[in-house]
C-alpha cells in the first residue's frame, strides 16, 4: 500500500461510514420531513391546482429537461473518469456513469448518505484495480471542484439578480468572499515561483501530515494525482478541462430546472432563477434528510417565488424538477448498482484493462 505506514484500505471507507450513522442524522431528517409534509397540508390548495398545473405540462419539453439532467451525470461522470486517467487508472465512461448513477442513489436514500456513496464508489473503484490513494484522491478533487464551481454559479446568480429578492443581502459578502479567494489564489501561485517558498510550504505541508493518519493519506493521494498530471500534462491548462466539467455538471442540471418551468408554458424568472438553484443547492447540500427531501422542495418554492412565480407555479415546478432529476434516478441508480455488485462478484468489472 502507497500511504502511511500502518494504514491500510478501510480507513478511508469506515470512518465515513460510522459518521453517517450519527442517531441525530435520523431525528434531523425526521423532524424535517415532517415539517415539509405539514407545509404540505397547509398548503394542499395550491398543491391540488399545482398538479392540475403539471397535467398540462408537455410532454417533448419535458424529455429535453431528461436529457439535460442526463448530461449533468454524463459531465460529473467524465470528470471523475478525466481524473482517473490523469492518475494513471483507466475506467470507461460507461461503468463510471454507472458509478455516479448508483453513488447518486445511495447518497438519496439514506440521511447522510454522501458518506456511504462515497465509500461505495471507492471500493468499486478498488475492485477495478484503482489504487488505494488514487481513488481517495479522485473523489476528494472532484468533489472540490464541484463544490468550486457551484460557489462560481452562486456569485453569478447573486450579480445576476441584483437587489431583488434573498440573494440582495448576500450580495456583498459573496462577492468579497470571492475577491478573497481569487487574491489568495493569484499570491499563492505568485509565490509558488520561487523555489525556496515551495519547499517551505513542501515542509509545513508534510509536518501537518504526520500529525494524523487520515490528513496523511489524503496528502499522500493528492500529491501522487499531483505528480501524475503534471508527468503526463504539464501546467495549469489541462485543469481547464475538469473545471468546465464540473462547472457543466452543474449548469445542465440548472438547465433541468429551466426547461421544467418552459415545459409547464410559464415564463422563465430569468433575473433570479439561478440565485434561486444556487442557494437551493447550498441547502440540499447539508443532506440534512435523504436527497434533500422537504429542504430543497420547501427552499426552491419559495426562492421561486420570490423572483415571481405564484405559489401554484413554484410547486408545479418544483415537483416537476424533483421528479426529474431525484425521483426518476432513483431506481436507475440502484438497478445500476445492483448491475455493477454482480459483475464485480463474477469478477467481470467493466474497465478499459478488462476490455
Do not use: K
Request: hydrophobic residues 55%; positive net charge.
Amino acid at each position: 500500500m502507497v500511504g502511511r505506514p500502518g494504514g491500510h484500505e478501510g480507513d478511508l471507507t469506515r470512518a465515513p461510514v460510522r459518521a453517517a450513522v450519527r442517531p441525530w442524522w435520523w431525528v434531523v431528517a425526521a423532524v424535517l420531513v415532517a415539517l415539509a409534509v405539514a407545509v404540505a397540508v397547509t398548503r394542499r390548495h395550491e398543491l391540488v391546482s399545482a398538479v392540475r398545473l403539471i397535467g398540462e405540462v408537455r410532454p417533448y419539453r419535458l424529455l429535453v429537461a431528461a436529457v439535460c439532467e442526463a448530461a449533468s451525470l454524463l459531465c460529473l461522470a467524465a470528470l471523475q473518469r478525466w481524473l482517473l486517467r490523469a492518475g494513471g487508472a483507466r475506467v470507461r465512461l460507461r461503468a463510471m456513469a454507472a458509478l455516479v448513477l448508483a453513488g447518486n442513489a445511495i447518497a438519496g436514500a439514506l440521511p447522510g448518505g454522501a458518506a456511504f456513496a462515497a465509500a461505495w464508489v471507492f471500493r468499486r473503484l478498488r475492485r477495478r484495480g484503482v489504487e488505494q490513494v488514487l481513488a481517495g484522491a479522485v473523489l476528494a478533487v472532484a468533489g472540490t471542484l464541484s463544490a468550486l464551481s457551484l460557489f462560481v454559479l452562486l456569485v453569478a446568480g447573486v450579480l445576476v439578480a441584483g437587489s431583488s429578492g434573498p440573494a440582495s443581502g448576500l450580495r456583498g459578502a459573496v462577492v468579497a468572499l470571492a475577491v478573497a479567494a481569487l487574491v489568495v489564489a493569484g499570491v499563492a501561485v505568485g509565490l509558488s515561483r520561487f523555489p525556496r517558498v515551495r519547499r517551505r510550504a513542501w515542509r509545513g505541508w508534510r509536518r501537518l501530515g504526520l500529525r494524523s493518519r487520515r490528513l496523511w493519506d489524503v496528502e499522500q493521494a493528492l500529491s501522487r494525482l499531483g505528480r501524475h498530471v503534471r508527468a503526463t500534462r504539464p501546467g495549469p491548462r489541462p485543469w481547464l478541462r475538469p473545471a468546465a466539467l464540473a462547472v457543466l455538471n452543474w449548469g445542465f442540471d440548472l438547465a433541468c430546472l429551466v426547461t421544467c418551468v418552459w415545459s409547464l408554458g410559464i415564463g422563465v424568472p430569468w433575473h433570479g432563477i439561478l440565485a434561486a438553484y444556487a442557494l437551493t443547492q447550498f441547502a440540499g447540500s447539508l443532506r440534512l434528510t435523504p436527497g434533500g427531501l422537504g429542504v430543497v422542495e420547501t427552499s426552491l418554492t419559495a426562492l421561486l417565488v420570490v423572483y415571481g412565480l405564484s405559489t401554484e407555479q413554484a410547486i408545479a415546478v418544483t415537483l416537476l424538477y424533483r421528479v426529474v432529476s431525484y425521483w426518476a434516478l432513483q431506481p436507475v441508480g440502484w438497478a445500476c448498482g445492483l448491475g455493477l455488485t454482480l459483475a464485480d462478484r463474477r469478477g467481470t468489472p467493466d474497465s478499459d484493462h478488462a476490455a
